[in-house]
């Protein structure tokens, strides 16, 4: 039965994502509509020679929109990259293919994704007026008792219900549909709008480079974290378990009653500092990880987690250690986040091979509205997923859930 609730919040919720997914594409589909009608009426006047001065302000105007597009299907899947700034001289314009492509996603977006946006508004407002049918059937004129899409005309309190049921499968199309229709609005983009082949090569540089920046950045702030736990922990212990010593050893002679507590402390101080030597060493290389596995070492996290959390893990053999230990802070960082911020009553870790990729993913049912810019840590997780040349994939929209999904390279 809660597993049952727990579904149907789910799909509610991302159904209200992709409700809010179609409205954020209505607004740059209209945009993409009237680059599109610009671009027409600029070519119709090239020939006769007049629309040639316009042609490199149509360009950039086109650049402008598809990388609000990019930008924006960035938030919800895989990232998009921009190109280059948008040329100006006739002869790159016409041999610029992401030029063509842009025009293409235009084209498209203008058209399919303007009716899928507005369709997706449609939608909740036909479950509120056939829903509520019954209701008010009778206060309007009899040529205006009609469902949604105007016929037949209702004449009686039976007919009335039947409309009201109607309501009920648009409510069935607004929570099955509405995601569905929302990836459809997308693809065009998703297709289109990615960087062209051509202009990989330089846009991976720039990215290895920003990568490498960040793991860098990563590394220097893991080896402050280190010194910090040492210094603040386990040296304040040591320091301790030091002056105990020398007060016992100056006790032993007047008050060995005193020097046998003193010697007590200082032992009890000396396995508190182990205790936070070997939380140290955990954190770097957890021993489960080097003994066991990686799907073990998910598993004690998850014992550990004050929310209750499903493990579903099918990852045969072993990647490399650098890979797992990465997988293994994203699943400590998450969970984290989980038990701290979230407000979630339950959350599901889970662990897939897929050829050469790891992929995992950390899903809980909290309030939702976490982000990079939150202090949560999701920053630190991206920087280190992206130093393997990994991916990070965040959805959470305000009231939940949140899905965190990460992509690295295992090896084949």
Not at 115 to 138: E, Q
Not at 330 to 335: F, G, H, M, P, R
């Given at each position: 039965?809660?597993?049952?609730?727990w579904e149907i919040?789910?799909?509610?919720?991302?159904?209200?994502?992709?409700?809010?997914?179609?409205?954020?594409?209505?607004?740059?589909?209209?945009?993409?509509?009237?680059?599109?009608?610009?671009?027409?009426?600029?070519?119709?006047?090239?020939?006769?020679?007049?629309?040639l001065i316009l042609?490199?302000?149509?360009?950039?105007?086109?650049?402008?929109?598809?990388?609000?597009?990019?930008?924006?299907?960035?938030?919800?899947?895989?990232?998009?990259?921009?190109?280059?700034?948008?040329?100006?001289?006739?002869?790159?314009?016409?041999?610029?293919?992401?030029?063509?492509?842009?025009?293409?996603?235009?084209?498209?977006?203008?058209?399919?994704?303007?009716?899928?946006?507005?369709?997706?508004?449609?939608?909740?407002?036909?479950?509120?007026?056939?829903?509520?049918?019954?209701?008010?059937?009778?206060?309007?004129?009899?040529?205006?008792?009609?469902?949604?899409?105007?016929?037949?005309?209702?004449?009686?309190?039976?007919?009335?219900?039947?409309?009201?049921?109607?309501?009920?499968?648009?409510?069935?199309?607004?929570?099955?549909?509405?995601?569905?229709?929302?990836?459809?609005?997308?693809?065009?983009?998703?297709?289109?709008?990615?960087?062209?082949?051509?202009?990989?090569?330089?846009?991976?540089?720039?990215?290895?480079?920003?990568?490498?920046?960040?793991?860098?950045?990563?590394?220097?702030?893991?080896?402050?974290?280190?010194?910090?736990?040492?210094?603040?922990?386990?040296?304040?212990?040591?320091?301790?378990?030091?002056?105990?010593?020398?007060?016992?050893?100056?006790?032993?002679?007047?008050?060995?009653?005193?020097?046998?507590?003193?010697?007590?402390?200082?032992?009890?101080?000396?396995?508190?500092?182990?205790?936070?030597?070997?939380?140290?060493?955990?954190?770097?290389?957890?021993?489960?990880?080097?003994?066991?596995?990686?799907?073990?070492?998910?598993?004690?996290?998850?014992?550990?987690?004050?929310?209750?959390?499903?493990?579903?893990?099918?990852?045969?053999?072993?990647?490399?250690?650098?890979?797992?230990?990465?997988?293994?802070?994203?699943?400590?960082?998450?969970?984290?986040?989980?038990?701290?911020?979230?407000?979630?009553?339950?959350?599901?870790?889970?662990l897939r091979r897929?050829?050469?990729?790891?992929?995992?993913?950390?899903?809980?049912?909290?309030?939702?509205?976490?982000?990079?810019?939150?202090?949560?840590?999701?920053?630190?997780?991206?920087?280190?997923?992206?130093?393997?040349?990994?991916?990070?994939?965040?959805?959470?929209?305000?009231?939940?859930?949140?899905?965190?999904?990460?992509?690295?390279?295992?090896?084949?």
């Amino acid at each position: 039965m809660a597993a049952t609730r727990w579904e149907i919040r789910a799909r509610t919720r991302a159904a209200l994502d992709a409700f809010e997914r179609l409205v954020r594409g209505l607004g740059t589909a209209l945009l993409a509509l009237i680059v599109t009608v610009t671009a027409a009426v600029t070519a119709l006047a090239c020939l006769v020679g007049v629309g040639l001065i316009l042609v490199p302000f149509v360009v950039r105007l086109l650049r402008v929109v598809a990388d609000q597009e990019r930008e924006r299907l960035s938030r919800t899947g895989p990232e998009l990259l921009g190109h280059q700034p948008a040329p100006v001289r006739l002869r790159a314009i016409t041999a610029d293919r992401a030029v063509r492509r842009e025009l293409r996603w235009a084209a498209l977006h203008g058209t399919l994704g303007l009716l899928a946006g507005l369709l997706a508004l449609a939608l909740p407002l036909n479950v509120l007026r056939d829903g509520s049918f019954a209701l008010w059937w009778r206060l309007v004129p009899p040529e205006g008792a009609t469902p949604s899409f105007g016929y037949p005309v209702v004449h009686d309190q039976a007919g009335a219900s039947l409309v009201s049921l109607l309501g009920v499968v648009w409510l069935a199309l607004v929570v099955f549909g509405l995601p569905a229709l929302a990836r459809l609005q997308e693809a065009p983009g998703r297709r289109l709008l990615a960087p062209d082949p051509g202009a990989d090569l330089v846009l991976r540089v720039a990215e290895l480079t920003a990568t490498r920046a960040a793991a860098l950045d990563a590394h220097a702030a893991e080896l402050r974290r280190i010194e910090r736990a040492l210094h603040d922990g386990t040296q304040n212990r040591i320091v301790a378990v030091s002056v105990l010593l020398g007060a016992a050893r100056r006790a032993v002679a007047r008050d060995p009653a005193g020097a046998e507590d003193l010697l007590e402390r200082a032992q009890g101080a000396a396995e508190e500092a182990l205790a936070d030597l070997r939380a140290v060493v955990r954190t770097i290389l957890p021993p489960v990880l080097t003994d066991r596995s990686l799907t073990d070492a998910v598993r004690s996290l998850a014992a550990t987690c004050p929310v209750p959390v499903e493990v579903d893990a099918d990852v045969p053999g072993r990647c490399a250690a650098s890979v797992e230990a990465t997988a293994y802070f994203v699943v400590a960082e998450a969970l984290t986040n989980v038990a701290k911020h979230s407000g979630a009553e339950r959350a599901t870790v889970r662990l897939r091979r897929d050829r050469d990729r790891l992929l995992l993913s950390v899903t809980d049912d909290g309030h939702g509205g976490a982000g990079e810019g939150t202090g949560s840590g999701l920053l630190g997780i991206r920087r280190r997923a992206e130093a393997h040349d990994g991916s990070v994939d965040l959805s959470s929209p305000p009231g939940g859930p949140t899905r965190l999904e990460v992509s690295l390279p295992c090896g084949s």
